[in-house]
């Protein structure tokens, strides 16, 4: 069965450190491959996505994801956090191909928590 | 902001009640979709819709029943509503294409008593 797993429920890193976020993905075919952030009482925001091509792809908020087949991750990153990316960050995937009905998989989400 | 709004935002009901909560789209996405979002299980899938009048179930549609009679509206109704139903739901549209990304509504919070 599809599957996403997200191994951190919390992550706690100090403002202006590094963050990456992890994400393993279970499925028979290289996905769609999408990160969302959601702030406390808000909806869901798309910040990347990965359909093919380069494996780096670059998001919003400064903001990146690198795709590896490998190890089938979508592995989230910044360089620098600032306490406003306090939020809780889902991994997602949909299946690939043009007949797709875009459905989407879940992770279980990780909670960020940027210290001052 | 895709145009999607949601109503009611908040809603109590209690257990055996019906619930219908509206998901209304301004930009005539074909796709729409209903998740509910609960602590430790991110969010599921409970129905979509690819066109009006054509729906089909999710990984958690038990419970709940859904209807689009236009292009903008989705609707998700509990026949009759259970605690295990408390939950925060949010309708979704996907952008054309093969490719599409999803963008979500702002969310109900449904409590059941």
């Known amino acids: 069965a599809q599957s996403v797993t997200q191994p951190d429920i919390h992550i706690t890193v100090s403002e202006g450190a590094s963050l990456e976020l992890r994400c393993n993905y279970s499925?028979?075919?290289?996905?769609?491959l999408f990160w969302y952030v959601q702030s406390p009482g808000q909806g869901l925001q798309l910040l990347l996505k990965y359909f093919s091509g380069d494996t780096l792809v670059q998001g919003i908020k400064g903001f990146e994801a690198e795709f590896k087949r490998s190890q089938s991750s979508f592995n989230l990153r910044k360089p620098s956090v600032h306490w406003s990316d306090a939020a809780e960050y889902f991994c997602a995937v949909a299946p690939y191909g043009s007949s797709n009905t875009g459905k989407l998989i879940f992770g279980q989400g990780t909670t960020l928590q940027v210290k001052p | 902001d895709a145009g999607i709004t949601q109503s009611p935002r908040h809603k109590v009901t209690e257990t055996g009640t019906p619930v219908t909560l509206r998901c209304h789209q301004t930009e005539n996405h074909r796709y729409m979709y209903w998740y509910r979002q609960d602590p430790g299980h991110g969010l599921r899938l409970i129905h979509y819709?690819?066109?009006?009048?054509?729906?089909d179930k999710g990984e958690v549609s038990d419970g709940y029943s859904v209807s689009r009679s236009k292009t903008e509206d989705f609707l998700l109704t509990l026949e009759s509503a259970t605690s295990s139903q408390t939950s925060v739901y949010f309708c979704?549209?996907?952008?054309?294409?093969?490719?599409?990304?999803?963008?979500f509504g702002p969310g109900t919070r449904l409590t059941v008593t």
């Open positions: 819709s690819y066109g009006v009048k054509d729906t």
């Open positions: 499925y028979g075919a290289t996905p769609y």
């Open positions: 979704a549209i996907r952008t054309s294409g093969s490719k599409g990304e999803q963008y």
